[in-house]
């Protein structure tokens, strides 16, 4: 009976990432802030404890202040995965930006570089599954950026890290009308939470939803003031999408060692780590209150087949020396991703030499500043 009412379906999928004003504070994304993700996943748990204090049972049990269990602290986690996306011609954001800057910290247009201090942003991320279910996250923050491409596959970029709060906005129903008034009563609250965006009978005439506020036994307060009738749908809402670029495609592109062009590469992968500390251990709240970035890593490999010229770098490597690579994805105007690594200290790793085909060599490396005062080990720039 599947057409007996809707179901959330992955295809329907719309998501969006906001940077916040006030860290875990939750603002109505806009349709310029909606982006295209292949995968998204928000995961929230909260601690429930068992009382170890003496009682006359050897089970926990309802029924009673003295034997009740103890509510702990919020954990946020998410992650989610894209293709890796040029943002087309001019000077447009590529659809993923402010998820670049958070993990980087600085931006110049469409160029993406690391800072020094502490400014990366937190972010509010959302995800609608048509008029079924929305999730949302506040204080976000990326722990980890890794960039891949092998073949003739699609390059992809995933994000993953952890934030405050979480916000899940599904569906009732309006119980009595409305005229001119922020207070909305719903037959079921458990649809909706402080800081769920909702559409009231899918006539949103702000047209930009309308944030709970507030929320009481069975009544809602809104952010402005709207009108319904009696038993019309309560829905989650989000703004239409506005995403811009194509993926760039794994067939064209250009890879650059040390000032030698054309380079043939199997595959290539890099991860950016910033090693945050979530402040999550202050008295008297249930959630992480800010974030500090740690000594930032940037590591990742090249997979080359072994002809003479590539065989060399087995020997360069023993020396420690830094490399200069350079990584092109794609071609044409508003179609490219350039990934420059100054300097790369090359590690590593057994030869795979099969029985009778060619020999591959994978290439860990590590990124490094160039100096002690720069912050030069990563810049990605869309063109």
């Not at 809707?6 to 504070?25: C, P, Q, S």
């Not at 993990?103 to 247009?109: F, K, L, P």
Request: glycine residues 10%; contains cysteine; aromatic residues 8%.
């Amino acid at each position: 009976m599947g057409n007996a009412q809707d179901h959330a379906l992955g295809r329907n999928r719309k998501f969006y990432a906001k940077e916040e004003a006030t860290y875990g504070v939750y603002i109505k994304p806009a349709a310029a802030d909606a982006a295209k993700v292949l995968s998204c996943s928000f995961d929230y748990s909260q601690e429930r404890k068992n009382r170890a204090d003496s009682r006359t049972s050897r089970s926990q049990y309802t029924d009673g202040s003295d034997t009740g269990r103890i509510t702990g602290r919020k954990t946020v986690n998410w992650s989610l995965e894209a293709y890796l996306i040029p943002a087309g011609s001019g000077s447009t954001d590529p659809d993923l930006f402010e998820l670049f800057k958070a993990a980087m910290g600085a931006s110049s247009s469409q160029v993406f570089s690391l800072t020094s201090g502490q400014a990366l942003n937190s972010l509010c991320l959302t995800q609608r599954i048509g008029d079924v279910v929305m999730e949302a996250v506040t204080g976000a923050y990326v722990e980890t950026m890794s960039i891949s491409m092998s073949g003739g596959d699609d390059p992809r970029v995933s994000f993953d890290g952890g934030a405050s709060n979480y916000i899940v906005t599904t569906t009732s129903t309006t119980n009595g009308t409305g005229s001119g008034t922020a207070t909305l009563v719903v037959d079921d609250a458990d649809a909706f939470e402080i800081g769920s965006v909702v559409a009231v009978a899918a006539d949103d005439s702000s047209g930009a939803g309308y944030k709970v506020t507030n929320k009481s036994s069975t009544t809602l307060t809104l952010d402005s003031t709207a009108s319904w009738s009696d038993g019309v749908a309560v829905t989650p809402f989000t703004a239409a999408e506005a995403t811009v670029g194509s993926p760039s495609p794994g067939i064209t592109g250009s890879v650059t060692l040390a000032g030698n062009s054309g380079i043939e590469i199997i595959a290539f992968d890099m991860t950016l780590k910033n090693n945050i500390k979530p402040m999550a251990d202050e008295a008297f709240s249930e959630v992480v209150t800010d974030f500090i970035p740690g000594y930032r890593e940037v590591t990742g490999s090249l997979t080359v087949r072994c002809a003479k010229d590539q065989a060399l770098e087995l020997g360069k490597r023993r020396a420690f020396g830094t490399r200069d690579l350079q990584i092109v994805s794609g071609s044409g105007t508003g179609k490219v991703c350039t990934i420059d690594l100054d300097d790369v200290e090359f590690q590593f790793s057994a030869l795979d030499i099969p029985e009778s085909e060619e020999v591959v060599i994978t290439l860990p490396f590590v990124a490094l500043a160039s100096s002690a005062t720069a912050s030069d080990e990563l810049t990605i720039t869309f063109s």
